[in-house]
């Protein structure tokens, strides 16, 4: 509002109305934060299992959530009653000074009306004196110079007036800032305004994840979604000091039965696209946060649904199919316990990481397997299982229980967009899983994914072991991670495509190829697939020569006849669990784990 010529503008009773209609609400608030903190005494007491756990956090969380709302409320009904005060007793200096002014304006006119006249009289007086006796500027002079005294003093008190009224002004003006600045006050609107600004120039990731620790997990949902671009920002930061933060965070405060403190629930259930995704946090947090992505997720998938069966366009169907997949899918990463976990989650970016198996300190056996070509969000969703078979095989396999399969999709694959593919598509395709600087980019993320497993401290443990096998182009995945300082001790390839020109096997790592006559396998033959940089012909690799298929017919000892129709049912066999690929799966587990019989 402009006070520039009314410093007493407002109502002071409208305000204080205001002020009365916030304490009605912080009343009504307080009510509700004792009820839902009654419901959370009852859950902890009355519910079991991880449901109840979790309904027991919704409800604690809610009910911190409402007290701060009702803390923010009282704020601003103090800051509000403060403010009618100020504004009454301006309008009551208001009121004096209108006065003063009015008066000094009539006494000026009045006044001047007098001088006026006397004014007139001299000269008359002068103009009737014809012999001179009559000076006009000495009539009445005593009379005169009080009259103009008078006027004068009161233009002095109409500046003095003046003066007082541009105070008032900018006593007005401080009032209203004080007032705004009191609504505005972290304890009447909490962290998040002084946060959002202070982490929109953060000079770190380092620095911003420290900022988003301090806030609610309705203040951090508020913030990333008012500001999506610091999801990006946070991922920055690097592995061992997001590991120093996290593990500093855990020392702050009681932890509920999963470990947590109460600011890494906040960060799990407000940030859960961070959390979910940012490496050098533990496995379990991760999979927490990416319950809440998942459940996002299906939200939106509900939301879809029904437009898309509404107008009934061409290739509809298949869609719906696709995402009553996906929902299905999801459905089990978010059941108590999950019976999927994912590891890394956004559908958005087409990521996707699964963990097999319990991460703990008896993890001794860590394998990382990259499925191939054409592999997208869809083939996570399959059932029965497509790429995680042989992952989910090995980690049964180990008796001992202490391996922990990874199926590793960090980003698009060669031909891995969703839906049907038309013929050029898969030209495309097998063009990208070809070519080196495809998979020179997109191993970025899978020699991060070690880094970030690397600093826990379940993988300085002796004994500890990192496997990495690759189906097909996967291969070529974990070879240019390789080249970035992925190390592994064993190196398996499924059917592998090839390796960078700058590869070199490592001192210390194992690489054992297994393969079936297949159709990658007779294009490697013409030197064309990777410039016949193929594991099968390489002498690092341990190649086992190739295995009989179902399909295959053996010509005495070294000749082997697969049909045509089935090159590319060879080229996925290699890589699943079934019976019909039982001797690959049988040695391969043989190597992972010797000491199974």
């Given amino acids: 509002m402009s006070t520039d010529d009314d410093p007493g503008v407002g109502s002071v009773e409208g305000i204080r109305q205001l002020a009365k209609t916030r304490r009605t609400e912080v009343d009504d608030l307080e009510v509700a934060a004792y009820r839902l903190a009654e419901a959370a005494s009852w859950g902890a007491e009355c519910w079991r299992g991880q449901s109840g756990e979790q309904f027991v956090a919704s409800m604690t969380d809610v009910s911190t959530e409402v007290t701060a709302v009702a803390r923010g409320l009282e704020h601003h009904a103090a800051a509000l009653e403060a403010y009618a005060v100020d504004v009454s007793l301006i309008q009551g200096s ?33 103009r009737d004196d014809l012999i001179g006796i009559v000076v006009e500027s000495e009539y009445r002079s005593g009379e005169r110079s009080t009259l103009q005294r008078r006027i004068d003093d009161e233009q002095r008190e109409l500046e003095v007036v003046a003066g007082l009224w541009t105070d008032l002004v900018e006593e007005r003006a401080a ?23 202070e982490a929109l120039a953060a000079g770190s990731s380092e620095e911003l994840l420290a900022l988003l620790a301090g806030l609610s997990a309705t203040e951090l949902t508020m913030l990333l979604e008012q500001h999506p671009e610091l999801v990006d920002k946070a991922f920055l930061a690097d592995p061992e000091r997001v590991r120093a933060w996290w593990d500093e965070l855990g020392q702050q405060g009681a932890r509920n039965p999963d470990g947590l403190t109460a600011m890494q629930v906040a960060l799990v259930r ?7 995704a940012l490496d050098g946090l533990p496995p379990s947090v991760r999979v927490a946060a990416n319950v809440f992505n998942a459940k996002r997720r299906m939200a939106e998938i509900d939301e879809m649904v029904g437009p898309i069966k509404r107008r009934g366009l061409e290739g509809d169907d298949e869609l719906l199919a696709a995402l009553a997949r996906e929902r299905a899918y999801l459905t089990d990463a978010v059941a108590e316990p999950p019976h999927v976990q994912l590891y890394l989650f956004d559908p958005s970016k087409s990521r996707i990481i699964e963990m097999i198996g319990e991460w703990n300190d008896k993890t001794r056996t860590v394998l990382t397997y990259v499925p191939g070509t054409l592999t997208n969000m869809d083939s996570f969703y399959r059932d029965p299982e497509s790429v995680q078979q042989m992952a989910r095989w090995l980690h049964d396999s180990d008796a001992s229980k202490t391996t922990v399969a990874f199926v590793f999709k960090d980003g698009f694959f060669p031909g891995g967009a969703e839906g049907s593919k038309n013929p050029a598509e898969f030209v495309g395709a097998f063009a990208e899983a070809n070519d080196p600087e495809f998979a020179r980019k997109s191993s970025k993320t899978l020699y991060d994914f070690q880094r970030g497993l690397a600093v826990d401290p379940v993988s300085l443990k002796p004994g500890h072991r990192e496997i990495a096998i690759g189906h097909s182009w996967g291969l070529a995945n974990i070879t240019s991670a390789e080249v970035r300082g992925a190390t592994y001790d064993k190196v398996i390839s499924l059917a592998g495509a090839g390796m960078p020109p700058e590869w070199q096997a490592r001192p210390g790592t194992t690489y054992t190829d ?36 179902p399909d295959d017919i053996r010509f005495g000892d070294m000749a082997n006849l697969t049909p045509l129709t089935k090159l590319d049912d060879n080229h996925s066999l290699v890589a699943e669990s079934s019976e019909a690929n039982a001797a690959v799966r049988d040695a391969l587990t043989k190597e992972v784990h010797p000491h199974v019989r």
Avoid: H
């Fill in 175 to 197: 009032a209203d800032r004080r007032c705004i600045a009191a609504l505005q006050s972290p304890e009447a609107m909490g962290a998040l305004p002084q946060v959002t600004g």
């Fill in 514 to 549: 297994y393969s079936y006559w297949d159709f990658l396998q007779a294009a490697q033959r013409t030197g064309g697939v990777w410039e016949g940089r193929n594991p099968n012909r390489s002498d690092e690799f341990d190649s086992k020569g190739y295995y009989l298929g």
């Fill in 94 to 126: 208001q009121q004096t000074l209108e006065a003063r002014r009015a008066m000094a304006e009539q006494n000026i006119l009045s006044t001047g009306v007098a001088l006026k006249t006397i004014m007139r009289e001299a000269q008359g007086a002068a």
């Fill in 270 to 276: 407000g940030a859960p696209a961070i959390i979910g």
